[in-house]
């Protein structure tokens, strides 16, 4: 990503309100929490301020969580605090351009309104035997095309390998929630 893009979001989290709420399931997902595993570990791809991340270290996960942007990185860290789950969260700055950040396979990849094919074998390949896929990403199915959104079919394309659990495509959006086979 471009200085450019990395200032970019700086800004947009710089502009954004601190988040007051109690963190939850991102919206796409709610209808499926019991799926989400209670222990293990997890990967937060492009976490933003941290809601998904500090969510999912409630829920009792360890969780690696990235952005591209230092200045909600630091919100993540500060959401953590706040929530009492800063000890089950790691934090980086990570340009994602240069791929995703190397590591041991998890039990859960969250990858939350972010988009970049380019990323999806890796994705996959850090998941552990039975671990959980959770992807959500803009969509040109029912809605205006966009660069950054995805073609009908993308995540069944990308991950039809996996057993999936529940998916949707439609109002300019599409998520895939899906298990690795044991």
């Given at each position: ?53 500090v969510w999912l270290a409630q829920r009792g996960l360890h969780v690696w969580a990235f952005d591209v942007s230092p200045v909600a990185i ?109």
């Amino acid at each position: 990503m471009s200085e450019h893009d990395r200032t970019r979001w700086d800004a947009a989290y710089t502009d954004r309100p601190v988040p007051g709420a109690v963190p939850g399931p991102p919206r796409s997902f709610a209808g499926h929490v019991d799926e989400f595993p209670t222990a293990g570990s997890a990967l937060d791809v492009a976490c933003g301020s941290g809601e998904n991340s500090v969510w999912l270290a409630q829920r009792g996960l360890h969780v690696w969580a990235f952005d591209v942007s230092p200045v909600a990185i630091a919100r993540a860290e500060q959401l953590a605090v706040r929530h009492g789950v800063a000890q089950r969260c790691r934090f980086d700055v990570a340009d994602l351009d240069d791929g995703l950040p190397d590591g041991a396979p998890v039990d859960v990849v969250l990858c939350h309104r972010f988009r970049d094919p380019r990323l999806y074998r890796s994705l996959r390949a850090r998941l552990a035997p039975g671990g959980l896929l959770a992807i959500c990403v803009l969509s040109r199915v029912g809605a205006a095309p966009g660069p950054f959104r995805a073609s009908a079919g993308e995540l069944r394309a990308h991950f039809g390998d996996l057993r999936v659990i529940a998916e949707h495509e439609g109002d300019g959006e599409a998520w895939l929630l899906a298990r690795v086979p044991d």
